[in-house]
C-alpha cells in the first residue's frame, strides 16, 4: 500500500464506483454558487488550475445539464480571451470547452477559433510541438476543420521556406485534405509543394522526399479513406477518384519524376507499393502501375541507366494487372545492350545488372500467368543463356528459360517461392510434391480419346503423292500379318497396305559375307577398274547405319491444338476471356511399321492454343522463323528419320501433356504420311573433291552408277565397302521406263521446282539455253552439245542399251499413241502450241538427274525431253522404289 | 477523467541510462482504478522500473532510426511502430514497448519525449485507457495511412487529451531547469546600463536574503541564433551536436517538481514563483490584499521604486533570391516584453502604433492579458501585469514597412570540384535613419561537407576571417555600429577546398533504412547522371549531394545541398515592421507615477542570401500576403 497523503479525498482512493444519488435542491444551490465563483475567476488561476477546472467543469455540466443550464452561456464570457493566450496549454484547456459546449458558441466564434489555430501553426516564436499540435486540434474537430476548409483560408496553410519540415509536412497535410474536396483546389496542394520542390535534386532517403510522398499518399487517402470514415465505404468512390483530375494529375507527377529525377525511382516504388499493401487502396496502386507501363517504359532507353528503374520495373512484373509484355521487351533489349557494350572493364556491372534483370524474370515467372509471359520471357532468357558475358547470369537464366519451359505454371510458382515464406503474410504450406515424387495423375482415357480432332501435328509441307494406297482402310486388317511381325498398339491398319513388303534380305550384306567377297579381286579391264574405283569412293562414304550414325531426314512438322475444343474437353481456369489455354511439357513419340530406325521423340515444352480455327499459323512459319524457340501459338518440331529401307510409310503419333491444371492429356494424334521424296537425298560428296569440281565429280557419279545399275555382269558380283569399314554392299540394279505426255516447259519447271538439287547434267543447246535462262539450277555440267535423237543414251556401253530396246519400243508405241491423242486434243482445243507439235518428234534434251535413297542407294533419272513429251529412263539399285517413283512422276504435273 | 496528471518522469541522460525519475502512486491509484473500471489488462503491469525504461527506450531508438524516430512513415516501417503512424508528432509522442522476462510485455503510451542540455526528459500522462486503446488501433492498423477525414484519427485523439499539452509544458520547464536556462524575455533598460535581473533579483533584493547564484539569464533570440549557427556549422545531429552534459541538480529539481506539481498535477510551472516560494516562503511582510483578489500566478507583490520597461523584438526571416522568377521573402515575427515594476495588482492600458500599415498579425498575448481592436488606430492591449519579465504579446508581420536592411546578391560559381569564385554586392541600412542604428553585421559563408583550404579576395569594408568550414565577413563589427548611413559592400574573391572525401557508408546505411533499398548501384548512377545535366554546376552539386544525410524533421530544409550566405545582424532604434509603442500614452490603472521605458530591436533570424546562380529552395507565396 502506497503512502498516500490523507487531503486526498477518499473517492480518489476507493475501488468502487459510488452510486450518487441525485442532488437536493440544498446541494444545487451550493454547486450553482461554486460554480459561479469559478467562472468569475479564470483568469486569476494558473494554466494548470484552469485546466482541472475546465475538465470539471465539463463533468458537471454534463452531470447537471438539466439543472444548471446556463453554464455553457457564462463559459464563453469568461473564458474565450483566454483562448489567445500563448500558453498552448490554456488553449487547449479552452479548447475542449468548445468542444465540449459547442452549441454555445456560434460559427464567427469557432472561426475565429480555426483562424487563431491557423495562425499559432506559423508562430515561429512558438515551440515546434505546439505548432504541430495546434494543427492536430485544429484537424482533429470536424467542427474547426469544416472552417478552414475553404479555399479562401487555405493560403494560410502554406508552409513558409524557413517552417521546419514536421510543419511543412502538417501544413502540406491540411492542404491536402482541403483539397481532396474539390477538384480546384489541386493546384493548391502543387503550391503548397512548392517549398520543398528541390527535393527532386535530393537523394531519395532525404527527408524533403518524405514529406513531398507523404503529402502524395495524404491527397489519395483524403479522397478515398479507409473504410468507417465519414464518407461511408471508400469503394464507392474509387470510380470517381480514377477518374479525377487530381489523379490524372498525380499521374503525371509521378511519371515525370520517373523520367527526370531517376534517383527518386526507389521512392515511387516504395509509395506505389505502400498503396498496393492496403486493402482499400491497392486498385489505385495497379492503376499507378498501368500508367507506367504505358507511359514510362516506352520512353527508357536501355544501357546502364536503366539499372535506377529497376525497382519500379520489379514492382509492374509483381503487379498482375499489368501486362509483362513492355517490361520483358525493354528488359530484352538492355540485356543486348549490355552484351554490345561488355568491355574488359564491365565484368562486376554485367553481373549485377544481369543478376537483377533475372531476378525481375523470376518476380514476372511466380507472378504472372505462363501464357502472358512465354513468349517474351523465353526469348529473354534465350538471349541471355546464349550471349550473356556473365557465366553465373548465363547459368540462371538457363535454369530459368528450363522451369518456364517445362514446369507448369502453378508447381512453378510454389517451386520458386520455396524459401521465400519470410516475407509473405501467410506462409504456404511447402508442397510435398515437390520433393516427392508426386502422385502421377491417371490420364483420363475418357477425355483423350479425342485428341486426334483437335492437336494436329502436321506436315509443314505435304507430300506430292497424295498416296491412295494409304488411305485408311479398316477391314485390312488380317493383311498386316504379312511377315512385318506383329503389330503394335494395332490401331494404325493402314501400315499394312504401305508397307506391302518386307524389306529386301538380300539387299543387305551382312559384313561377314562383305569380307568374304572382298577377298575376291579378279582380273578387268581397264575401264571398268575406273568405274569401280568411282563406285568404291562413293559408296566409302556412305556410311553404314549399323555402326555408326546414318543418313537422317528430318522433316518439319506443326503442333497446334484448337482451343475451343480443347476447353469444352479439359476446362480451364481463366481470369478472362483473352487468356488461351496451354499445354505443358508436351512428350511427342513416334512409331512406325516401315523401317525408319528409331525415331527420337520431340518435347515440346509450352503450348498455346490457336486463337481462331484459322490458318495464321501456318503462313507465319511459311516466313522461314526457324528459330528453336517454340512459337506460342504453334510449335515446330522435326521428324527425325533414319531410313533402313527408302519406302514410303506412315507415322504413328502418340502425345503426352499436361494441362495448366494438371491434368495429364495422351493419346494418339492423327498418323504423319511419308512420301518417297522425303527419301531424296544428294549423293554424298567425298572430301577430297574441291568446289570446281563438284559437278563434274556428280556427273561422272551418275554415269558410272548407270553404267552400274545397267544389265551389266561386269561388277555383278562386286563388293564396296561402306564407311565404317564394317559392311559392304553389292549392286543390283534395276531400270524402268516412264513416258511423261507433258508439254517440254511444263517438264522443266517441274523437275527446277521438285528436283532442282538432284540435277547433275543438262545435255542439249536449246534445253541448256532455256535452264540456264530460267536460272534455277546451277552448278552443274552443262553439256550443249546436239544430240541425235538415236544417241540418247550418255552411257558408254551400247550393251546396256540394247538390253531395255523392248521396253524402250514398248514406251515408244505408246508415247506416240498418247502424243497423237494429245496432239489431236490440243488441236480440237486451241493452236497456240502448233510450234511444238511441228517439232514434236525431235529431241530438245537431256536432264540427268542423281538421287541418293538412304541409307545407300540410288535412283537415276535420264530424261529425254521431246516437244510434248517427256521420256524418262529410271536405273535403281533398289528396285521396290520404282512403283512409288512411277506415281510420284506423275504427281509432278 | 479530470484535469491533468503525470503517472511518471524520467529523466535520460545521452547514453540512455535513467538520471532521475519520479512516479506519483496517487496517480498511479487513479490509473489503476480506471483500467479496472474498463477491464484493462494493464492494471496488473506496474510502472516500468529504470532499467525497463531505459531498455525500452534503446529499443525504440534502433527500431525508429533515432531516439525520436521517422516520425514520417518509411519503407521500413511496420505495423507496432510509431513511425506506421504516419505524423512528425511521433518524434515527440512516443510509445515504448516494455518487455518483461516474466510477465507479458506492455505497451506505454503516450510518453512525451523532450531534449534539453543533451537530456531525455520522458513524461506520462495519465490518460483514460480507452485513448491508449484507441491510439494503439492506430498504431497497429493494418492499411495505408490515416486521413483526419476518418473516426478516431490521430487529431482527434489529441485534441481530446489536454494532458498530452500540460505534460509538454512540464517537460519544457523541466528542460529548461536542468539547462541551466530561464525563460524569462529580455528588457534592457534604456536608462541603467545594467540589465534587469528576474524575480528573484528583485525579491532577495527587496528581501534581502541571499540566494545561490543563477547563471545570467540569457536572452531567448540570442540563443535561438546560436542553435541555428551550430546548425550552419555542419553538426546537424541533434543527438551528438553537444558532446557536454551538465550534471542534473537533483535537489533543485525534486524541489521544483513538488512545488509545481504536488501529486503529480500541475499547479504553476513558473519557475521563479516556485523557487521564490521555496526559499522565502509566505512572511507576515507579505500579506494578501484585503480588497482585490489576488491571481494565483502572481504570489508576491513588488514593492520598491516603480517603474514600467517595454522592448520590441523583431527577427527577420529573409531569402532574398535576387531572381526575376523567384520574390525575396520576408517573414517577421515580434515579440513586446514587459516587467512592469509596479506596486499593488494595476491594470495597464498599452496603445499600439501602426499596427494596420503593416498588417500585423497578433498571434496570442500573454494569460493576464487582453488585446482590444477597435477601429483604424485604436488597438490596444490591456494587462494586469505579473511579477518579473514577461512576453506581453507575439505578433507577426507579413508586410513591411521599411526596406530591407541588407539587400544584395550572393553569387558563387564553383569552376571546379574544389574550388569556386563567389561574389557579393550589398547595400546595409538604406532607407534608415536615426535612431536606428545598426550594432554589427556578419555574413557567413558555410561550406559544412568542404575543407577550406584558402580565401583569396578583399573586401571593400570589413574585415573576412576563416575556419576549417566556414568564411565570416564582419562587415560592421560591433561597438562601431553605423547609423543614418548606407554602406555598399562588395567583396569578390575565390574559395578553394581540400579534396573531398566521401563518406559513403551513412548514405548507403541511411538509404536503406528509409528507402528499403541498397545503394550498391551507386557506381552505375555516378556515370550515368552526368549525362543528363549539362550544366557543370549541376553536375558537381549532384555529386556533392549524392552523400547528403536527411535531416531531421525540426530543420526547415536540408542546408548542407545548397550554397549561401547567412547575415546576422543587430539594428536597435526602431522596429522593422513599423509597429511600436509610445511610452506616453500607456496608463496605468490606479493611477501612479511610474517611468515607462520603451527600447527596440531587430535581430536576424534565417536571413539568407541565396546563391543567386544555383538552386534554391523557395516556397509559393499566398496571394492575400503578397
Known sequence: MPLTPFTIPQIALSDQNLVLSPPSDVNLREIRRVLAFLLDRPRDLTPGAISV??????????????????????????????????????????????????EAFNEYDIGKVAYRLQLSASDTGQKLIFRLLALHWLFGSTLLTSQVSSLTSLPGFYPQVFDPLAVKAKKLDAISVSASEGDGAVSLLEDGLVCISYFRWLPGWSTETLVAFRAMHKLLIGVMPHDGSDNGPGRTRLGSLMESTIFADLENVLIHLALEHHPLVPVIATFISRLLQCETHSPIGSRFLQTLDRCLIPNLKPGY???????????????????????????????????????????????????????????????????????????????????????????????????????????????????EQKSGLAPA?????????????????????????????????????????????????????????????????????????????????????????????????????????????????????????????????????????????????????????????????????????????????????????????????????????????????????????????????????????????????RPVTIGIEDMFLKAILPPNVSD?????????????LWEACGSSVNIGRETFPLNGGKGAVSINGKQSVKFLEVPEDVLINAVERHLAGFVVRVAGASLVKVVQQNRVIENIVWDEKEEEEDDLDVGPSGDDFSAENALVAYSREESELDVEYTQAEMESNSNDRSLAIVDKKKSVGNICVLIFLPPRYHLLFLMEIGYGSTMVRMRTDHWPCLAYVDEYLEALF | MAGCSFRAIWILTPHHSVAFSRTFPVVERRWRSACARDGEVETQAPLPSDLEVAAAFTDRKQREGSARGFGICVASSTPGSDSWVDDPVTRHIITLHINREEAEGYMLWPVIVHTSGNYYILVLPLVEPKKVREYRKLYQRNNCGGSVKEHDNLSSLLLSLPCITGAFMVAHAIGDLIAGETSDPEVVATSSSSAVGGLLDTLTGSIGIGVAPRPKPTS????????????????????????????????????????????????????NNIAAIRTTGFGSADPPPADLRQPAWKPYLYRGRQRVLLMTQETINAALYDREDIPDSFSISGQINCRAELEGLPDVQLPLIGVKPAKVKMLSVHQSAQYSDHGEDKQAIVFSPPVGS???????????????????????????????????????????????????????????????????????????SMTERSIEWKIVTSGRGISGKTIDATFS????????????????????????????????????????????????????NRDLEAVDLEEPLCWQAFNYAKVSFKITGGTFSGMTIDPKSVSIYPVVKAPVEYSMQVTSGDYILWNTLARSPHAAVPKDLC
Open chain 1, 53 to 102: 477546472l475546465t475538465s470539471a467543469l465539463v463533468d458537471i455540466a454534463d452531470a447537471l445539464e438539466d439543472c444548471v443550464p446556463a453554464v455553457s452561456a457564462l463559459l464563453k464570457v469568461n473564458f474565450s480571451s483566454l483562448l489567445s493566450s500563448h500558453n498552448p496549454f490554456l488553449s487547449h484547456s479552452i479548447l475542449s470547452l468548445y468542444r465540449h459546449f459547442s
Open chain 1, 305 to 419: 541507366g536503366l539499372s535506377f528503374y529497376f525497382p519500379l520495373l520489379e514492382k509492374i512484373s509483381e503487379n498482375e494487372t499489368v501486362a509483362p509484355k513492355g517490361v520483358l521487351e525493354l528488359l530484352k533489349r538492355h540485356m543486348v545492350c549490355l552484351t554490345d557494350e561488355h568491355g574488359p572493364d564491365t565484368g562486376h556491372r554485367s553481373w549485377s545488372q544481369g543478376s537483377r534483370v533475372l531476378s525481375i524474370c523470376r518476380v514476372m515467372l511466380k507472378k504472372h500467368k505462363g501464357s502472358q509471359i512465354f513468349r517474351p520471357l523465353s526469348l529473354l532468357l534465350a538471349f541471355t543463356c546464349q550471349n550473356f558475358p556473365d557465366l553465373e547470369v548465363r547459368d540462371n537464366a538457363r535454369i530459368y528459360l528450363r522451369m518456364l519451359a517445362c514446369i507448369p505454371g502453378k508447381k512453378l510458382r510454389q517451386t520458386l517461392s520455396i524459401g
Open chain 1, 429 to 669: 504450406p511447402l508442397p510435398a510434391s515437390l520433393i516427392d515424387v508426386p502422385p502421377h495423375p491417371s490420364p483420363d482415357l475418357k477425355k483423350s480419346t479425342g485428341i486426334a480432332s483437335y492437336i494436329h501435328l502436321e506436315r509443314l509441307k505435304p507430300p506430292l503423292v497424295k498416296q491412295s494406297w494409304f488411305l485408311p482402310v479398316q477391314g485390312s486388317v488380317p493383311a498386316l500379318s504379312n511377315g512385318s511381325g506383329p503389330a503394335e498398339g494395332g490401331i494404325m491398319d493402314i501400315v499394312t497396305s504401305v508397307a506391302p513388303s518386307s524389306p529386301d534380305e538380300s539387299n543387305k550384306t551382312d559384313s561377314s559375307k562383305v569380307a568374304y567377297q572382298k577377298e575376291a579381286s579378279r582380273v578387268m579391264d581397264p575401264n571398268t577398274a575406273l568405274l569401280l574405283r568411282v563406285l568404291r569412293t562413293h559408296f566409302g562414304c556412305i556410311p553404314d547405319y549399323r555402326v555408326m550414325p546414318g543418313i537422317k531426314i528430318r522433316i518439319p512438322c506443326l503442333l497446334r491444338f484448337e482451343s475451343d475444343p480443347f476447353i469444352r474437353t479439359w476446362g480451364f481456369e481463366s481470369c478472362d476471356e483473352q487468356t488461351l489455354p496451354a499445354l505443358y511439357a508436351i512428350k511427342i513419340t513416334f512409331s512406325t511399321l516401315s523401317k525408319y530406325g528409331k525415331i527420337p521423340s520431340c518435347r515440346v515444352p509450352f503450348l498455346l492454343g490457336d486463337l481462331l480455327k484459322s490458318d495464321l499459323a501456318i503462313v507465319a512459319v511459311g516466313q522461314g522463323n526457324d528459330e528453336s524457340i517454340e512459337h506460342s501459338n504453334f510449335a515446330k518440331v522435326f521428324l527425325e528419320l533414319q531410313p533402313e529401307d527408302p519406302m514410303p510409310g506412315l507415322i504413328d503419333i502418340f502425345i503426352n501433356a499436361n494441362t495448366a491444371t494438371e491434368q495429364v492429356v495422351s493419346g494418339f494424334l
Open chain 1, 692 to 704: 570446281m569440281w563438284v559437278s563434274r565429280y556428280y556427273s561422272d557419279l551418275f554415269d558410272t
Open chain 2, 220 to 271: 531567448v533570440p540570442i540563443l535561438a541564433s546560436a542553435s541555428s549557427a551550430a546548425t550552419l556549422m555542419g553538426s546537424t545531429l541533434v543527438d551528438s551536436s553537444r558532446t557536454m552534459t551538465k550534471p542534473i541538480d537533483k535537489d533543485l529539481l525534486r524541489g521544483f517538481i513538488s512545488g509545481s506539481m504536488p501529486y503529480g498535477t500541475p499547479v504553476d510551472l513558473n519557475q
Open chain 2, 390 to 464: 514577461f512576453v506581453l504579446a507575439r505578433y507577426q508581420v507579413s508586410h513591411a514597412t521599411n526596406p530591407a536592411p541588407v539587400k544584395g546578391f550572393y553569387q558563387l560559381s564553383l569552376v571546379s570540384e574544389d574550388g569556386g569564385q563567389f561574389l557579393f554586392r550589398l547595400t546595409l541600412m538604406e532607407g534608415y535613419k536615426s535612431p536606428y542604428c545598426m550594432d554589427f553585421c556578419t555574413i557567413i559563408m558555410p561550406f559544412p561537407r568542404r575543407r577550406i583550404l584558402s580565401v583569396d579576395g578583399t573586401p571593400s569594408v570589413g574585415t573576412v
Open chain 2, 493 to 544: 574573391g575565390t574559395v578553394r577546398f581540400h579534396p573531398r572525401v566521401v563518406n559513403k557508408s551513412l548514405s548507403v546505411s541511411l538509404s536503406k533504412s528509409v528507402l528499403g533499398c541498397t545503394a550498391a548501384e551507386d557506381s552505375d548512377e555516378e556515370r550515368e547522371s552526368s549525362n543528363n545535366s549539362v550544366n557543370v554546376e549541376d553536375v558537381l552539386m549532384e555529386k556533392l
